[in-house]
């Protein structure tokens, strides 16, 4: 079994690691801590935004609405004042024309809007077309403010002007606001008010969770790697939040990941470099035929060994990195176990390998992930036959509704306080299962995450063969 003592390659391998993390999260850091916001900064531009934008929307419903109820407004008016003006031009009719602007006066007096007469040629520029024509039609013209009214007095020249309408005489109130500006004014102010207050309770809890997740991501970027975002106060940011911590815990899995496969590839790459240097020294120094086939011989084999170390590590950095999604067909299992059992039975040498499957239903089709599955078997299988000394046993049962593959070898065994730390990667046992056997120590981490992969799992206990029993146990129906 490997030390657990640190070695140099530990650090070494994880400052680059922090680092490359590091430099990933300050690409996006720098906006963030040039342009700090503060919270009454961030209020006032979107009360600013929103309310500017709900007032534009208002006031332009407001004159389309005026716009279009403006002709109905006008025969309203003319309707209401007809009479008022018909009484008028009777009045002045009674007197002589030269007396009309005389009893104008008169009349003015009685009235609390202005009365006057003017000239038909001086209203071509002050109506519109349609309004000169009602008005030289003997129908009463309104000007486009629609508060002040126009009647030609019969067939004459002069014209009756009534208006402004809402005209107040007092001196006292004639530079005061229209009551109905000063309503809306009020109005406005109230629903400013109104609105800022809700939209500060709005806001601030959405601040809140913006600098948490603010300072979370700074915390990362600095490369503490346990940082993780406060629960959000607030359902718009709590994916974001929950997002944010899934991704802290999948690149802390993979830096460790990335470092144990460093650490562990580099400390075995050693063994097969330091013997093929030694091979051909040595091989520089014969002329014997034998002895130089020899070496070429021990050569090779450190270049399998290190073809196998790579394969194997790449298998296990998938498994680990991309946690692929398990596509499950159903296969007749017995068969399917057979056959897999067949195809590595060469490399168990003399060594018996039996398989029963006597203790499952007959026909039972069971779901598995083809691809993967077949590495965590072939797996078990070469660990039993480098370990085993005479036989090994492959045994298959259907409990409950989980179906359990066990693989017995009659070699020394595993004790008991080993049994679940040899399913780490590069790790391995003392006595007979160390590097003379060969391997790696990635096999059995590589037979559990397949098992993870199928929501199984994989697990060691004693043979009733004398040595080590290695269990996969998933569901039979996935």
């Known amino acids: 079994m490997t030390g657990t003592e640190p070695r140099p390659e530990d650090s070494a ?157 007092n001196p006292e109130l004639k530079d005061r606001l229209p009551l109905e500006l000063r309503l809306r004014l009020l109005t406005w102010s109230l629903i400013g008010v109104i609105f800022a207050i809700a939209l500060w309770f709005w806001i601030r809890p959405v601040w809140r969770d913006l600098e948490a997740l603010r300072q979370t991501a700074r915390d990362l970027g600095d490369g503490h790697f346990d940082a993780r975002s406060p629960t959000a106060r607030t359902q718009l940011f709590a994916p974001l939040s929950d997002t944010m911590n899934s991704m802290a815990d999948r690149i802390r899995q993979l830096l460790a990941t990335h470092r144990e496969l460093s650490c562990g590839i580099s400390h075995e790459l050693r063994t097969p470099i330091a013997r093929m240097r030694f091979a051909l020294e040595m091989l520089s120094e014969t002329d014997e035929r034998e002895e130089r086939e020899r070496l070429w011989a021990m050569m090779e084999a450190d270049l399998d060994e290190l073809d196998q170390l790579i394969d194997t590590s790449l298998t296990y950095a998938r498994f680990e990195r991309e946690a692929p999604q398990a596509h499950f067909s159903s296969v007749k299992f017995a068969d399917w176990l057979v056959d897999e059992v067949d195809s590595v039975r060469l490399l168990g040498r003399q ?35 480098k370990y085993a000394s005479k036989r090994i046993s492959v045994n298959a049962e259907l409990v409950g509704e989980n179906i359990m593959i066990h693989v ?71």
Do not use: C
């Not at 403010?145 to 005489?169: E, F, K």
């Not at 060594?351 to 078990?380: G, H, I």
């Open 13 to 169: 391998a994880r400052e680059p690691n922090q680092g490359l993390a590091r430099s990933l999260f300050r690409v996006s850091l720098p906006r963030w801590r040039g342009g700090r916001y503060s919270l009454s900064k961030l209020f006032f531009n979107i009360y600013l935004l929103a309310m500017g934008s709900f007032v534009a929307i208002a006031f332009t419903a407001d004159f389309v609405i005026s716009t279009a109820q403006r002709g109905i407004t006008d025969d309203y008016a003319r309707r209401f004042m007809r009479g008022t003006i018909t009484l008028i031009e009777d009045e002045l009719f009674r007197q002589p024309r030269r007396d009309w602007q005389k009893k104008i006066k008169e009349l003015d007096e009685k009235f609390s809007y202005n009365l006057g007469i003017v000239e038909r040629i001086t209203l071509d520029r002050m109506l519109t077309p349609s309004q000169v024509i009602k008005l030289d039609a003997g129908d009463i013209a309104i000007d486009h403010d629609g508060d002040i009214m126009y009647h030609r007095l019969g067939t004459s020249s002069q014209v009756l002007v009534v208006g402004p309408l809402a005209s107040n005489r």
């Open 351 to 385: 060594l018996d390998v039996t398989v029963n499957t006597d203790k499952l239903p007959e026909n039972l089709f069971v779901d598995l992930d083809r691809k993967a599955m077949p590495y965590a078997l072939r797996n078990l299988l070469r660990n039993a036959f």
């Open 408 to 478: 017995d070898d009659d070699g020394i065994g595993i004790p008991p306080e080993e049994r679940e730390h040899i399913f780490s990667a590069f790790t391995r046992l003392d006595r007979s299962r160390d590097r003379s056997t060969g391997g790696y120590g990635l096999g059995l981490a590589i037979a559990r995450r397949v098992l993870e992969l199928h929501d199984g799992t994989a697990i060691a206990d004693a043979s009733p063969l004398g040595g080590a029993r290695f269990t996969l146990t998933w569901k039979a129906r996935q």
